[in-house]
């Protein structure tokens, strides 16, 4: 596993460069597959899906898991978890995981040492050619863990070029929710800040960018500001938003459901995209 932190330059500069540059590397290198060559395919769909297991109603963890991998009929979703292990008193959550997310899934940081908890789920046939995780900020005793972003590339198997970032996270609660608490913005401004950093890295080396997350902000819109980036949903704190790169790779939004979870106050979002190499 790798650690990325820092913010991207101001010019569109390789892919490679991007991810070389883009955050002064810590902890391990970068993961990264071999450039290959690509041609137009058919459009291909593509459900992804924002969960938050949640602490409460621990005997709904298990359905929950197992009615967001079917929460889109006939297909494989690729999912961005946060609170997992959280409230986890018996150790189950990621035994869950892999048993309804396992066969044909790769479930990169389910058990990374400090990660864990906003792991991803990838599906056959995307196959995973770079990960990384990027440190935002230390926990905070009796508010908050210490917080990180995690991301993947993802390549489909039978057509190289076919890639694009997926990043989860989970923002802070009780900064601009909740109590609105003035002190603690510093850390939810300055996740805001690195998973700008960490969209603009992709976008900026041409790849298209998805993002799922709980953003602990009813109100928030983009995470990079820029009109470029666009909103699955525009209201609650569970989002899914997606940022175009070059234009080799589109994806197109054909709709949105969601997922009765009842774990905690969070249905499962879903966004389902078409994608294809122009």
């Not at 991207?8 to 883009?22: E, F, Q, W």
């Not at 048993?99 to 995307?126: C, M």
């Not at 960018?209 to 820029?226: C, L, Q």
Request: aromatic content about 8%; overall charge neutral.
């Amino acid at each position: 596993m790798s650690t990325r932190s820092g913010s991207p330059g101001s010019t569109k500069i390789s892919r490679r460069r991007v991810l070389a540059l883009g955050g002064g590397l810590a902890g391990g290198a970068l993961v990264a597959g071999a450039p290959s060559a690509s041609a137009a395919t058919d459009w291909i769909r593509l459900p992804v899906v924002t969960a938050n297991i949640g602490r409460k109603n621990p005997g709904a963890r298990e359905d929950a898991i197992h009615d967001v991998r079917f929460g889109d009929s006939g297909n494989r979703p690729l999912v961005g978890w946060q609170e997992i292990r959280e409230g986890d008193n018996d150790n189950l959550e990621c035994a869950y995981i892999e048993k309804y997310f396992g066969d044909a899934y790769a479930n990169p940081h389910l058990l990374h040492e400090t990660a864990y908890r906003v792991p991803l789920s990838v599906p056959a046939p995307w196959k995973i050619v770079e990960r990384g995780n990027t440190f935002v900020h230390g926990g905070i005793s009796g508010i908050t863990p210490p917080r990180w972003i995690n991301e993947v590339v993802v390549e489909h198997a039978d057509h190289p070029g076919l890639e694009f970032a997926l990043i989860n996270t989970h923002y802070i609660a009780g900064a601009y929710n909740g109590d609105g608490n003035p002190n603690l913005r510093d850390e939810w401004d300055l996740h805001k800040q690195k998973h700008k950093d960490r969209v603009l890295a992709h976008h900026q080396a041409g790849r298209l960018v998805i993002w799922t997350a709980d953003t602990n902000n009813p109100n928030y819109v983009k995470a990079t500001g820029w009109d470029a980036e666009r909103q699955v949903f525009t209201g609650g704190i569970d989002r899914i938003n997606w940022m175009p790169g070059d234009g080799r790779v589109q994806l197109d939004l054909l709709g949105t459901h969601s997922v009765d979870m009842r774990v905690d106050g969070h249905d499962a979002r879903v966004a389902v995209f078409r994608i294809r190499l122009a």
